[in-house]
């Protein structure tokens, strides 16, 4: 799936070419964020969530790129690459979009990447993301499993679009609340194409409500200034001790 990041991904631009992902498979979503960008480059707070000898996972805030883009080289991978020179293999284990925020794996040596990067491939990881979409959803709708298939729409990049002729695209979700306008959902995504979500979240096949601060697929929400899309939770096997291990990172809307 393209959330997970491979060893020459981040050498080539490749795991920053695009916008995706990390709402990028995208987890469910994984991203491909090309990091153009006409403003002058921001410094972010970057939380670590768990560290040992040989991973980390850290709370990406929103408007951070998980690897170097086009036009930006501050990153989640930059900042870790200063801090952990010694480091082999890509770091990234997967990637988050640059407008999600959220917990993100790292690997500090290229086995443990490997390792790690199976169980995404494997889907034994658990992830969970947190919504919030402009509009009620319907009662009947309290949770259930969207299946679209996707493709990059190559007409108006960087949108993904529903097509037959699409990579499989399947997420689960669970409303949480419906209030004053607005839902409250959860998404397990179970493939990780880039902006999966946010695509099955607006799309009339899908929940036909975008997410909050969708400027992609719905609108900008300038009471929010941001997108409402959060990685709440991940769930995995640590690579060395084969504990099963949870992260989370608390919903910032």
């Known amino acids: 799936p393209n959330d997970v990041v491979a060893p020459s991904a981040i050498a080539t631009g490749a795991a920053a070419n695009g916008d995706g992902g990390t ?4 987890g469910g ?16 707070e970057l939380e670590i969530l768990y560290e ?8 990406k805030p929103e ?18 690459k200063e801090r ?13 979009d640059m407008s999600t925020s959220g917990v993100l794996l790292l690997a500090k040596d290229k086995d443990v990447h490997k390792a790690l990067a199976k169980q995404f491939i494997d889907r034994s990881v658990q992830k969970r993301y947190v919504a919030l979409l402009n509009g009620e959803l319907d009662s009947d709708m309290k949770k259930g499993k969207i299946d679209l298939p996707l493709a990059p729409d190559y007409i108006n990049r960087p949108m993904q679009m529903v097509t037959n002729e699409g990579k499989p695209a399947k997420t689960m979700y669970e ?5 004053d306008g607005l ?45 409402c899309l959060h990685a709440g939770y991940l769930e995995l096997t640590h690579p060395v001790t084969g504990k099963r291990m949870t992260f989370t990172a608390p919903t910032p809307f």
Do not use: W
């Open 23 to 26: 709402d990028g498979a995208n």
């Open 29 to 44: 979503e994984e991203s491909k964020d090309d990091g153009s960008c006409c403003c002058d480059e921001v410094s972010f």
């Open 52 to 59: 040992d000898e040989h991973m980390m996972v850290v709370n």
């Open 63 to 80: 408007g951070m790129l998980s690897a170097p883009g086009r036009t930006l080289e501050y990153s989640v991978y930059s900042r870790m």
């Open 84 to 96: 952990y020179p010694e480091a082999t293999g890509p770091l990234l284990v997967h990637r988050l």
């Open 175 to 179: 409303v949480v609340e419906v209030a």
């Open 183 to 227: 839902t409250r959902v959860n998404f397990y995504p179970v493939t990780g194409r880039t902006h999966q979500l946010r695509v099955h979240a607006a799309h009339p096949r899908g929940l036909d409500l975008p997410i909050v601060g969708d400027d992609i697929y719905g609108a900008r929400d300038a009471e929010r200034g941001r997108l």
